[in-house]
């Protein structure tokens, strides 16, 4: 059964840049999208960005578009998702998911049927 691996998250100041990285133990991600969400507390999980590992598909929640780069490591075969120029508001964890979503469903939790344990993102002002 695949299990989400996250790591990479921590504790940066304001300006800073961090690199989130999300494995699959156990299986891959063949045929499938992978995809970041957050939740801060007391508010709701939020969309941040998804990618289809076969290729043709890459999404990103407007508050983080032209900050943060999802990509694939093929070779390691994880997502990378990579966050520069970060804000306090940016503080969460990060839940990586995956699942079979079509384009209208990409941002959307119940696209994915498969959750990380989530690493934390600290961002001080």
């Known amino acids: 059964q695949v299990q989400l691996v996250e790591s990479g998250g921590g504790f940066v100041p304001a300006g800073g840049s961090l690199r989130l990285s999300c494995a699959a133990s156990?299986?891959?991600?063949?045929?499938?999208?992978v995809a970041w969400f957050r939740q801060a507390p007391g508010k709701e999980r939020e969309f941040v960005a998804a990618?289809?590992?076969?290729?043709?598909?890459?999404r990103y929640g407007d508050s983080v578009k032209d900050r943060y780069t999802i990509s694939r490591d093929y070779a390691n075969h994880r997502v990378i998702l990579q966050m520069n120029n970060l804000k306090p508001d940016d503080t969460a964890v990060y839940y990586c998911?995956?699942?079979?979503?079509?384009?209208?469903?990409?941002?959307?939790?119940?696209?994915?049927?498969?959750w990380g344990q989530g690493t934390q993102v600290t961002v001080s002002s």
């Open positions: 156990g299986g891959s991600f063949s045929n499938s999208a």
């Open positions: 998911a995956t699942g079979r979503p079509i384009a209208s469903t990409i941002a959307t939790m119940r696209a994915y049927d498969r």
């Open positions: 990618i289809r590992w076969s290729g043709g598909m890459i």
